[in-house]
């Protein structure tokens, strides 16, 4: 794997002159994060060695460099999932590749469904913690040393200095910030309310179907990770409704401007 990483790397520091300092991976109904970075390089997953091709619907695809807010930054439009049939190693290949880039931190967004009592529809929440039901690890397998270590530590998934940043630029802006542990399920289908039931018992806040395998592969590399999920339904007794891929993307569009200003605060902040 380490060679293709090389191979990657090196295809990519051909095609852009930016050195990025953040990756973020843009999730569902986030896309659009990217209208906001000026862009220096866009190439689709399809012409990068190496790499998966996004399948899903809402998914574009393409990785652009530029800048955002000032910042450089490397921004993946389109992630790859488990359900569409990847395997882990597959999915965290581009994380793999921008930390090679050089990248100090990842920035991650997702939707995922509240079973946290308290939460709304439209809700933020800022990971702070993740449980990992998926039925593999994308660490399994001959460990690589030069990319981190066989039994990484998992104390701090989600960096507490980038969150307790977050947390005060979603005060100072009066953004209504959740937060809370984000447990992953392999999808594709939607949580059963027994499964929700489950998953809120078992003490997590909200269920998705991503993100957690990035931040595994980025903590092996001991890079700083900052999450945050939008919450698009609702699994708490009472408030379940049938949902749809496409109310999901509505809901996640809606809360866009608010997380697109966090982490444009964020990286002026952090960036030196
Ligand atoms: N479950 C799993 N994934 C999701 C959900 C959900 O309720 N909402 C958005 N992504």
Known sequence: MLAQIQETKSFLENKTSVKPFTGIVLGTGLGNLSSEIEVETAIPYSEIPNFPVSTVQGHSGQLI?????????????????????????????????????????????????????????????????????????????????????????????????????????????????????YAVLSGPTFETPAEYKYIQIIGADTVGMSTVPEVIVARHMDLPCMAMSIITDLGVDGKIVEISHEEVQEVAKEAEPKMTLIIKELLKEIYS
């Open 65 to 181: 460099f530029g800048t955002l807010n000032g910042v450089p930054v490397v921004a993946m439009q389109g992630r790859f999932h488990y359900y569409e049939g990847y395997s882990l190693k597959e999915c965290t290949f581009p994380i793999r590749v921008m930390k090679m880039l050089g990248i100090k931190n990842l920035f991650l967004s997702n939707a995922s469904g509240g079973v946290n009592a308290n939460f709304e529809i439209g809700d933020i929440m800022l990971i702070t913690d993740h449980i990992n039901l998926l039925p593999d690890n994308p660490l399994r397998g001959k460990n690589i040393d030069e990319l981190g270590p066989r039994f990484p530590d998992m104390s701090e998934p989600y960096s507490k200095d980038l969150n307790n940043k977050v947390f005060s630029i979603a005060q100072q802006n009066n953004i209504k910030l959740q937060q809370g542990v």
